[in-house]
Nanobody, 119 residues
Framework: QVQLVESGGGLVQPGGSLRLSCAASGSIFSVYDMGWYRQAPGKQRELVAIVTTGGSTNYVDSVKGRFTISRDNAKNTVYLQMNSLKPEDTAVYYC?????????????WGQGTQVTVSS
C-alpha cells in the first residue's frame, strides 16, 4: 500500500503565501507523476499543477505565475508553493502520486488539506 500525507494548509489573508507538502510512503517501487488538485465548495475537482519525474511542470492557467510545484524524488515528496493567494484559491487541496508497487500501478491520493484565503 501507498500512503500520501499532506501538510501546510491553513488560513491566510489575500496576497499571502502558503506552502503545501505531500510525502508518499509505503511499499513503493516507483513514483511517476505527482501533482495537486483542488476542490472548492460546489465546484468540480480541478487539476492545479503536475510535475513529472524529470521535473517538467504544468499549471492551470489561473495559478500560473503565482504557484510553483516541485518535488524531491529521494523523499517521494511533492511541494506546492502558493504566492499572491486570492480568495478564489480557497479550496481543499489534494495531492496525488502515480505510483507503482510490486502489485500494481495506479494513482494514490492524500486526505486533503484546507486552504482558506480570507481577510
Amino acid at each position: 500500500q501507498v500512503q500520501l500525507v499532506e501538510s501546510g494548509g491553513g488560513l491566510v489573508q489575500p496576497g499571502g503565501s502558503l506552502r503545501l507538502s505531500c510525502a508518499a510512503s509505503g511499499s513503493i517501487f516507483s513514483v511517476y507523476d505527482m501533482g495537486w488538485y483542488r476542490q472548492a465548495p460546489g465546484k468540480q475537482r480541478e487539476l492545479v499543477a503536475i510535475v513529472t519525474t524529470g521535473g517538467s511542470t504544468n499549471y492551470v492557467d489561473s495559478v500560473k505565475g503565482r504557484f510553483t510545484i516541485s518535488r524531491d524524488n529521494a523523499k517521494n515528496t511533492v511541494y506546492l508553493q502558493m504566492n499572491s493567494l486570492k480568495p478564489e484559491d480557497t479550496a481543499v487541496y489534494y495531492c496525488y502520486a502515480d505510483a507503482r508497487t510490486i502489485v500494481t500501478r495506479r494513482n494514490y491520493w492524500g486526505q486533503g488539506t484546507q486552504v482558506t484565503v480570507s481577510s
